[in-house]
Structure formats: C-alpha cells, structure tokens
C-alpha cells in the first residue's frame, strides 16, 4: 500500500533481487572473494552464517557470474534424504540416468566429473545447499567423492552452505576427515552498523527512489533489532515503510519501526 504514497516503482524489500543487485556489504565482497578462491583450488568450501545472512543470496550471485564454457555448476537446493538420493540428485543436475545401487552411482558421477574436466574442459562445481539438513552419512560420502587418484588432484569443487550448527557439527571426531579436507571456509555475518544506511538506500533507489526515507533513528532501530541481517532488515523494514504510510508521513521514523515490530510480534 505504500508504493503509490513514497512513488515507488515496486516493493524495495522484496525478496527477489537480480544477482548484479547484490549490495556489496564488506563481509559479502570477502566471502565473495573466498569463494573465488575456492573455485581456483578445486578443494572443499565451507559458508555457514545465521538465517537471513545472505548465504543463499551470495551463493546464486556467484553462481551467476560462472562461465557456463568453463564451469558446469550443480546445485542442490536441500537434501533430506540418504545417501543414494543424494547421488539421485547430483546425476540428475548432471544429466545422467539414474543408477539403481549406490556403488554404480558413485562411480558414474566420479567418471563424468573426471570426463568434465579432461575432455569437456569445465571445472566441475557441487553446491548442496541447507547443509545442515544432511545426514552424518552423506557428508562423508560427498567428502569420498573428492578423492581422485590417491589425493593427488582436486577434480570436483563442492561447497557446503548451511547455517551456523553446519561448523559445530563439523568439529565433531566423526567428521574429522571431512574438516581437515576443508581449504576454504566463511562465517557470513550481518552488516556493519555504517553499511546500514548504504544498504537501505542502495534497495530504495532500485525501486527509484532516491530520498533517504529513513531517519537516523530509525535506522538504528533496526539494526538494534536486526543486527544487519538482510532478510530481518527487509522484512522489518517493509513493515515500518508501511507504517509510515498508514500514518501519513513522508519519511520513517523510530516510532514507525517500532510499531512495526509489534506488527511482526518481536
């Protein structure tokens, strides 16, 4: 209801964004930089944050911006399941047909990853996403699956995105192997209290807007209440503009924000 009353284009807090959209927070831009390097290594990668950090975000942006001739990316949004649906869905990403036992799977994936980056000429990257759903016995079979020829050379890059439980987890002796095989690993935290204001202004003017519609007041109480995480920003941020709506007011306030937290029931 606020579009028409702050002539925005569309809602800025929407939780779709266009990858090149990406604000670049500090902690995004040297995460982003990690996982570059991770790709560069072909090893194992671990991002973990908090809900509502950005991690999935990031991850698509990076995604993104792979060469299709250069990488062949699989993703895998979440997993549940054993181990053998697991391979289900990395072979499917890969365009395999689907094994009936677990032994077959395993080394059909392992053979196209080889063939991928022998004969196609694409590093082959696994991003399993919502990490922290899988079960001990999957981590240690994606964790066998990077062993090529006696550890000799990376062949499959894979990537564990989960949120912070994923790295006590890891810790844990029973997945020892799997940790010390870990060469690039980023906890991604909320934004920094001066990227804040940045950030609420980098979403509003994409829907061109280019007023600071936000007092500084109320922007400190988000963050209180946020701690710059982007998904609570968005959300207590489109609340608080809706507020500010209902009231009539050409700019929000502490008072706005406020009433939007007791909106949300926080």
């Known amino acids: 209801?606020?579009?028409?009353h702050f002539a925005l284009t569309h809602f800025p807090f929407d939780h779709t964004l266009a990858p090149e959209a990406?604000?670049?927070?500090?902690?995004?831009?040297?995460?982003?930089?990690?996982l570059l390097h991770l790709l560069d290594l072909r090893g194992i990668g671990l991002l973990t944050g908090e809900p509502g950090s950005g991690k999935t975000t990031l991850t698509r942006h990076v995604a993104a911006a792979l060469h299709p001739g250069l990488f062949r990316l699989v993703y895998v949004p979440l997993s549940t399941g054993n181990v053998m649906d697991m391979y289900k869905s990395i072979a499917w990403e890969l365009g395999l047909p689907t094994e009936r036992n677990r032994a077959a799977a395993f080394r059909q994936i392992r053979?196209?990853?080889s063939r991928?980056?022998?004969e196609g000429k694409q590093r082959p990257v696994v991003i399993i996403d919502e990490a922290h759903h899988l079960r001990n016995e999957v981590?240690?079979?994606l964790r066998l699956l990077t062993n090529y020829?006696?550890?000799s050379e990376n062949r499959l890059c894979l990537l564990f995105v989960g949120l912070t439980e994923?790295?006590?987890?890891?810790r844990m002796?029973?997945?020892?192997?799997?940790?010390?095989?870990?060469?690039v690993r980023y906890h991604l935290a909320g934004m920094s209290r001066q990227e804040l204001p940045e950030y609420l202004v980098h979403r509003l003017r994409a829907a061109c807007c280019e007023l600071p519609l936000f007092e500084p007041a109320a922007i400190e109480a988000i963050f209180q209440a946020t701690q710059a995480l982007p998904r609570k920003v968005n959300r207590l941020a489109h609340y608080a503009l809706t507020s500010a709506a209902i009231a009539k007011q050409r700019s929000v306030s502490e008072e706005h924000v406020q009433a939007a937290l007791q909106e949300l029931g926080s």
């Open 116 to 118: 991928l980056l022998l």
């Open 1 to 4: 209801m606020y579009l028409k």
């Open 173 to 183: 002796a029973v997945h020892e192997s799997l940790d010390q095989r870990i060469v």
């Open 149 to 151: 020829e006696m550890d």
């Open 139 to 141: 981590l240690e079979d």
């Open 166 to 170: 994923l790295r006590r987890r890891l």
């Open 22 to 34: 990406l604000f670049a927070s500090s902690t995004l831009a040297e995460a982003r930089v990690r």
């Open 111 to 113: 053979a196209e990853v």
